[in-house]
């Protein structure tokens, strides 16, 4: 099976830095996404990773450790349009390119 | 169209009655899949379309959940005999290559 895990809820203050965990657990890998949703919105896709490291976009950067099953989505110089739940997924290599989401961490950026 | 388009936003439905949504996918993409979201909860899979063939229904929640996409493109969930438990949002995406662009839902209030 695949169990994914991330914290349910955490708060921040404007400009802050903020990270995001996700561990996971997967009959196989074949990467692992990070998305955005506002309440009420459609989740937006933030970032992929597929091997070990650190992908950078703008104030959003994701890490990966497939050794460990590990992720984390950082975001930088935090902005109230920042507040919204953060899915972790991963795609395991059955179920074609199914991907299995985490529960999602609210985030709630404060002045 | 520019994005995945779901219709309706918003269903209310008696118990017992039979609903369908529908979702209309980015043109040209291939995968199809449709999830339902509860409250606060991360998206959870139901099933996946590759073109016209469904190969993957493991998610669908028991045999009142049927969906179709018989030319390849546009897709319909539909859900017999509602239950108040199928309450929670629809959401499809569709993809090409790597990641999953999101509609923004259907949300289903079973009454």
């Known amino acids: 099976g695949q169990n994914i895990d991330q914290p349910t809820e955490m708060t921040a203050t404007e400009g802050a830095i903020v990270q995001i965990n996700c561990t996971y657990q997967t009959s196989g890998f074949n990467g692992l996404f990070w998305y955005q949703q506002h309440a009420g919105e459609a989740p937006t896709f933030l970032s992929y990773?597929?091997?070990?490291g650190l992908e950078e976009k703008g104030r959003f950067s994701s890490f990966l450790s497939r050794s460990k099953g590990y992720s984390y989505l950082l975001l930088k110089e935090l902005q109230m349009k920042d507040s919204a739940s953060y899915l972790c997924?991963?795609?395991?290599?059955?179920?074609?390119?199914?991907?299995?989401f985490g529960t999602g961490t609210r985030l709630l950026v404060s002045p | 169209g520019a994005g995945v388009s779901q219709s309706p936003r918003y269903k209310v439905a008696k118990r017992g009655q039979d609903v369908a949504l529908r979702c209309d996918p980015i043109s040209g993409h291939v995968s199809l899949f449709w999830y339902q979201q509860a409250l606060g909860q991360g998206p959870e899979f139901l099933t996946y379309?590759?073109?016209?063939?469904?190969?993957?229904k493991s998610g669908l929640p028991s045999d009142r959940f049927f969906a179709e996409r018989p030319e390849g493109s546009v897709s319909t969930l539909k859900i017999q005999r509602t239950q108040q438990e199928d309450s929670a949002v629809y959401l499809c995406a569709s993809s090409l290559e790597r990641e999953a662009f999101f509609g923004q839902g259907t949300r289903l209030t079973v009454v």
């Open positions: 379309f590759q073109n016209e063939a469904q190969l993957d």
């Open positions: 997924a991963v795609r395991g290599n059955t179920g074609f390119q199914k991907l299995v």
């Open positions: 990773n597929v091997l070990d």
